[in-house]
């Protein structure tokens, strides 16, 4: 039966919508927001195909079986509401996904750390022997994933809050929620809009269900008590020792429990090649979800052995007379570069702060930075800003216009032994379009320092 498609945006979660529902012969209208260049490239496609696209406006006309939003459309502007208002229905991109094919989903949901914990889980079971593949905001889009589909296959869904916001159906097999801290603020109109919109990714979950839960989520004891009403495992991470747990140990030990079995002995944090006291938690909620799978723990413990950095996600990336380079430009809120810190218990750091302020409470950051830096270098739009935190700190702090400036004032800084790390605690849209682009040109300043240091 042919159904009557409205797709609010023409990012990758719209347009895949869009392809999906025409390949089904379902009726489609577009509307695509402002005729920009890029989103002008985007529609392209379906103009050619004699799809009604509408650019520059936000009043949705007609009736719709289905309003399908993309991620970026807030759920408290009016192009939100008449999209919701003209259909039956509104629903984000994973929610469609999740109705064409409910088997097998394996969601992961947090402020930070989505991607590295996505990305365990996926490398993991294939090591297993399982088949799996990640999608959502990592890499394909859900409806894409569900498309090039294997039988059997486990589909491995990093969810922001903004998908999650608009699902109604969605329940995966497993699903994890590391943490909550303030991100996004404006587009949820608060923070307790934007933990809700977290939590509504455990609504469905019931008997045979697994929900994995950090410790320290806020209102988590009513999300554990809640799941657990409706029969759902819930394993805990952090601290705490339930019958379903997992947590560190005192000399590095990684542990899972998983009910009244014997508690699984995971990894040594010193075997890992990701770094930070983040990716503890990252490591432990994957592994959890892994061995709830029912993975072998000597297959999970070579999987993690083997797993190497992101990029972006405090990699690597060079070393210059005795100096390490270091690219976090995934660090795009204070929370993640706090996390960063913990990554260099046995050295100290110059840190790259700076970018597009959120201009949340940088008190924390800078007592962390305290510990652990010999200087920072702010620079961008935020550097007034952090510049005036740092004041009276203690720890010496340069200003400078630019990135590329930022980065030749941290190599004159560092001393050997020492890291240059680009964790910005700030978005990249003053001088980048990207958090990716911002990471990429780092690495080309450290590889164009090499070249000229091998000259």
């Known amino acids: 039966m042919t159904k009557r498609i409205c797709v609010l945006g023409v990012g990758k979660s719209g347009v895949a919508a869009a392809r999906d529902a025409l390949e089904r012969g379902d009726e489609v209208t577009i509307y695509a927001g402002p005729s920009n260049p ?28 289905l ?4 991620p970026g459309i807030p759920q408290t502007g009016e192009f939100y509401a008449n999209g919701k208002a003209a259909a039956a229905e509104l629903i984000s991109e994973p929610e469609y996904a999740f109705r064409l094919s409910p088997e ?14 996505t990305s365990l889980i996926t490398y993991i079971l294939n090591h297993c022997g399982y088949d799996a593949a990640s999608c959502g905001n990592i890499g ?10 294997k039988p059997d296959q486990y589909l491995v869904a990093e969810m922001s809050s903004f998908q999650i916001a608009s699902t109604a159906q969605f329940s995966p097999r497993s699903a994890v929620l590391l943490n909550i801290t ?66 560190p140990g005192e000399m590095g030990e990684l542990y899972v429990r998983l009910g009244s079995a014997e508690i699984f002995d995971v990894i040594n944090v010193h075997d890992l090649q990701i770094r930070g006291a983040h990716n503890v938690e990252n490591v432990l909620a994957a592994a959890a979800v ?32 005795g100096v390490e380079f270091f690219n976090d430009s995934k660090g795009t809120n204070v929370d993640a570069t706090l996390k960063c810190l913990t990554a260099f218990p046995d050295r ?52 400078v216009k630019g990135m590329h400036e930022a980065f030749d004032t941290a190599c004159e800084l560092a001393r050997p032994g020492e890291a240059v790390v680009l964790s910005p605690a700030c978005a990249s849209f003053d001088e980048f379009s990207s958090f990716e682009e911002r990471g990429k040109v780092f690495k080309s300043y450290v590889a164009a320092k090499m070249i000229g240091q091998d000259e």
């Open 348 to 399: 100290k750091i110059v840190l790259l702060l700076g970018g597009r302020d959120k201009n949340t409470d940088l008190t924390e950051l800078v007592d962390s930075c305290f510990d652990v830096c010999s200087s920072v270098v702010v620079y961008g739009e935020a550097a007034e800003r952090f510049e005036a935190a740092f004041q009276g700190s203690g720890i010496p702090c340069e200003r």
């Open 182 to 247: 303030p991100d996004h603020i404006a587009w949820h109109g608060s923070f307790d809009a934007y933990a809700a919109a977290k939590f509504k990714l455990f609504d469905n979950m019931g008997e045979g269900q697994t929900a994995v839960i950090t410790d320290e989520t806020p209102s988590g004891e009513k999300l554990v008590s809640s799941l657990r009403e409706r029969g759902a495992r819930v394993i805990t991470v952090g601290s705490r020792r339930d019958a379903d747990c997992a947590f």
């Open 104 to 117: 097998r989903w394996i969601a992961v949901t947090g402020t930070n750390g989505k991607t590295t914990t």
């Open 290 to 321: 892994v061995l709830d799978l029912g993975c072998d723990p000597a297959a999970v413990r070579e999987a993690l052995k083997a797993f190497t950095p992101l990029e972006h996600r405090i990699e690597p990336c060079g070393e210059i007379g």
């Open 38 to 65: 890029s989103n002008e490239r985007a529609a392209k496609p379906f103009i050619e195909a004699g799809v009604d696209v509408r650019f520059d406006t936000e009043d949705v006309q007609g009736a719709y079986d």
């Open 67 to 70: 309003t399908i939003a993309c």
């Open 140 to 149: 394909n889009t859900t409806i894409g994933a569900v498309e090039d589909r």
